[in-house]
């Protein structure tokens, strides 16, 4: 089986992340670059898929030069080779322009199942399976607890608010995984030897046989009118307990009305 | 004024509350259309739609725009976007939501935002970022605006709309119906609102100690009439079922009461909730963070707090 895995570098959200006051971008430079959380379970996603049905498992990135890191940590876990698309006419593409360059390498590398994180942690969108499901063309089994694949058949259990929905469809496929799907690996040292050796394609925008008018900022759909840093919320008011801070609480929350 | 479609929320035939919310914001843009799709209309759905502002009401009742993933909601809108020409869409910023507005953007060539808490004249979006910590305005600057509003960014206020129906037949395609629900599996959750709706959330984190003690919580949030929510470590620890997580890798809730109790506050949590109106903190420690966003705190053991807290609550009713 042929498995490509979406991640994505992210901001560390532990760091102070800030828009670019010139493009209003995410100053990417400025922090420490992560894998994506969530991408870490779609990593091990993936490696199961792999370790029961035999395949391929292939790591999909498009980010800057630095973004090669978050490769490396998905090869360390045990996928076997990755490609990059790095360009500056890639920097600063919107939701839709980056699921735009994704199908398109998606086309070029070819795929039985894409795995991805249900959503990343900086722009939270939480779009992109279903995006890419609609460029590609091929089911959406999106917000997946549970995946199986039998031969070519795939169900998934997608999380709903009231519990969860089962999903089935036919590969190729389009799959997001939630948190909680599985326990994800740690690196071996052995698996992050072997990852320096692992190939990396790289990939420009030229090579993906795109609409340029479609790629990065001046392809987005969208844009950042202003933004501010958020004022602090005012202060409020925090008593100790005396043995009547519920009463207190309970004073406050009907001073508001809420009770 | 221009006609605005609402995507309609619907849980066993009801309208969800983030509907109602939805319409009161589309008429202060323009004419609100309410778009059904899927089984359950009914004359009270229509009346309750018609109550909060609705123009004209678009019934598509085929069960396979429920039966299918995602997809044929995208169709259905995409083809009123072409037959309608609205000058906006607006749809719940629920997991769902976002991907029904995310197809619709590439079907109608149209940009999206996602998770706005706020939308004004020329379809200008609130959007809260990075934890809460940056707030922007962004628009859409191709095609017809796809606009997903999280829920309890508006207070629904009723003001009648026309509610002239129009049923819709639309032909999926067969791409649209090639992830296929083949069973509904409803876990139980009680009396109590949905999280991501509720107008009041009490959740309780790694202070509570264990699964037992949630029914501390638990009590509180039905004093309050109020969903039920856990920190990630309450979640980690398997205290409470992940689904009801608060925070970046769970649910973004934006209440207009948020009560923690016993939950520390790391960014990661706060990604989740820090845009609820008013925040109540109940903590042992005084240097928790989440005391610095809460317009009142509590220093002090939950387990006194939260039992005299629920008692005043019941006596006050």
Same mark, same amino acid.
């Given at each position: ?90 920097? &600063?593409?919107? +939701? ?47 917000? +997946? ?49 072997? +990852? ?16 340029? &008018? ?35 609480? +309970? ?9 | ?67 299918? #993933? ?10 009123? #976007? ?35 808490? *706020?939308?004004?004249? =020329? ?66 959750? =009680? ?13 309780? *984190? ?55 109790? =016993? ?34 705190? #509590?220093? =002090? ?17």
């Amino acid at each position: 089986m042929n498995i490509v895995v979406c991640v994505k570098q992210v901001p560390d959200t532990a760091t102070e992340r800030k828009l670019r006051s010139d493009d209003k971008t995410l100053d990417r430079d400025a922090v420490d670059g992560v894998i994506n959380e969530l991408d870490e379970y779609a990593v091990e996603e993936a490696l199961r898929l792999k370790e029961a049905h035999g395949g391929e498992v292939t790591v999909l990135t498009m980010g800057p030069a630095k973004a090669a890191d978050t490769i490396r940590k998905a090869l360390a876990m045990g996928a076997d080779k990755a490609v990059h698309l790095v360009d500056d006419a890639l920097a &600063g593409s919107d +939701a839709l322009s980056t699921s735009y360059a994704l199908a398109q390498a998606l086309g070029r590398v070819g795929f039985d199942v894409v795995v991805l994180g249900s959503e990343s942690t900086d722009a939270r969108t939480g779009v992109l399976a279903a995006m890419l499901a609609e460029r590609l063309g091929v089911p959406q089994l999106s917000q +997946a607890r549970k995946v199986e694949v039998n031969g070519s058949a795939v169900t998934i259990e997608r999380v709903t608010d009231y519990g969860y929905d089962r999903v089935e469809a036919s590969l190729p496929a389009v799959v997001s995984v939630v948190e909680k799907i599985n326990e994800p690996r740690y690196p071996s040292f052995k698996g992050i030897m072997a +990852a320096k050796k692992k190939p990396v394609e790289t990939l420009g925008a030229a090579d993906l046989e795109a609409d340029a &008018g479609q790629l990065g900022l001046a392809g987005a759909w969208s844009e950042v009118v202003d933004f501010a840093v958020a004022p602090p919320r005012a202060a409020g008011t925090v008593v100790k307990d005396e043995g009547d801070g519920g009463a207190k609480a +309970a004073e406050f929350l009907a001073s508001k009305k809420f009770i | 004024m221009s006609e605005i479609l609402v995507l309609v929320e619907h849980v066993d035939g009801d309208v969800k509350k983030v509907t109602l919310e939805l319409l009161t914001l589309a008429r202060s843009l323009g004419e609100p259309s309410a778009v059904w799709a899927g089984p359950g209309y009914s004359d009270a759905a229509k009346a309750k739609l018609t109550e909060y502002g609705a123009d004209k009401i678009y019934v598509a009742g085929s069960a396979d725009l429920a039966d299918y #993933v995602v997809a044929p909601k995208a169709e259905l809108l995409a083809s009123l #976007v072409g037959s309608a020409s609205p000058a906006a869409v607006l749809v719940a910023a629920t997991a769902e939501g976002k991907e029904i507005a995310g197809r619709l953007a590439i079907k109608t060539d149209s940009g999206v935002i996602t998770d706005a808490v *706020g939308l004004v004249e =020329g379809f200008v979006a609130d959007q809260s970022i990075f934890g809460g910590g940056v707030n922007v305005h962004s628009r859409v600057t191709k095609g017809t605006p796809i606009v997903a509003v999280r829920p309890n960014s508006t207070a629904p206020v009723a003001s009648a709309g026309a509610g002239a129906e129009e049923t819709v037949d639309v032909e999926l395609s067969d791409l649209a119906k090639t992830a296929h629900v083949v069973e509904r599996v409803k876990q139980e959750k =009680g009396a109590r609102p949905e999280l991501t709706e509720a107008a009041i959330v009490v959740s309780g *984190g790694r202070g509570v100690g264990s699964g037992d003690n949630f029914a501390l919580i638990e009590k509180l949030a039905d004093s309050l009439g109020a969903a039920v929510g856990a920190s990630r470590a309450a979640t980690d620890a398997g205290w409470y079922p992940h689904q009801f997580q608060v925070g970046q890798t769970g649910k973004t809730v934006s209440p207009q009461l948020y009560v923690a109790v =016993g939950i520390s506050g790391a960014i990661q949590h706060r990604a989740g909730m820090q845009t609820s109106k008013t925040i109540v903190v109940v903590n042992k420690d005084a240097e928790a963070p989440l005391f610095e966003i809460a317009d009142f705190g #509590v220093v =002090g053991d939950l387990f006194q707090v939260v039992p005299q807290l629920t008692e005043e609550i019941a006596k006050r009713k």
